[in-house]
Each structure stands twice: as structure tokens, then as C-alpha cells.
């Protein structure tokens, strides 16, 4: 059973920044993917980043040009480095890593970006 550990969020004005991580319990190599997806009070899961293997990403559209993904191999760990925050980034976030056979999921951290 793989576990995701997500940590890092909290409470923000807006403009403000955060940092995700995703601690994995196994070597992130072995994941052709891992994302970030966050979850809206009424709102469907929607993804905000993703990286791969090769270490390509991919932003949905209100997440590009303010946050960044990046992993860390020997660390096991994926990060959301999110910048000039805006209260509609205000969500559960999710991470989530895929192996080909399964997707696996994390238990969610909240941020609230508010003033």
C-alpha cells in the first residue's frame, strides 16, 4: 500500500505564497506521474500540476505562470510551490501519483486564502 503524505498548507492573504509537499512511503521513481489536484467546497476535483519521470509539466490554466511543481527523488517528495495566491485557490489539495496500474491518492491538505 503506497501512502502520500501532503503538508504545507494553512491559511494566506491573498498574494501570499504557500509550499506543498508530497512525502511518498515509496521511491517516486517508480511513479510515471505524480500531480497536485485540488477540490472546491461544491466544486468538482479539478488537476493544477503535474510532473513526470522526464521531469515534464503540466499546469492547467490558472495555475500556469504562478505555481511550479518540482520532485525531489532523493527525498521521495513532490513539491506545489504556489505564488500570488488568490482566493479562489482556496481548496483541499490533493496529490496523486500514478504507476501505471494504479492511482493512488493522498489524504489532502486545506488552503484558505483570505483576508
Known amino acids: 500500500q503506497v501512502q502520500l503524505a501532503e503538508s504545507g498548507g494553512g491559511l494566506v492573504q491573498p498574494g501570499g505564497s504557500l509550499r506543498l509537499s508530497c512525502a511518498a512511503s515509496?521511491?517516486?521513481?517508480?511513479?510515471?506521474?505524480m500531480g497536485w489536484f485540488r477540490q472546491g467546497l461544491g466544486k468538482e476535483r479539478e488537476m493544477v500540476a503535474s510532473i513526470t519521470t522526464r521531469d515534464t509539466t503540466n499546469y492547467s490554466g490558472s495555475a500556469k505562470g504562478r505555481f511550479t511543481i518540482s520532485r525531489d527523488n532523493a527525498k521521495n517528495t513532490v513539491y506545489l510551490q504556489m505564488n500570488s495566491l488568490e482566493p479562489a485557490d482556496t481548496a483541499v489539495y490533493y496529490c496523486?501519483?500514478?504507476?501505471?496500474?494504479?492511482?493512488?491518492w493522498g489524504q489532502g491538505t486545506q488552503v484558505t486564502v483570505s483576508s
Open positions: 515509496r521511491n517516486i521513481g517508480s511513479f510515471h506521474t
Open positions: 496523486n501519483a500514478l504507476d501505471g496500474r494504479f492511482v493512488f
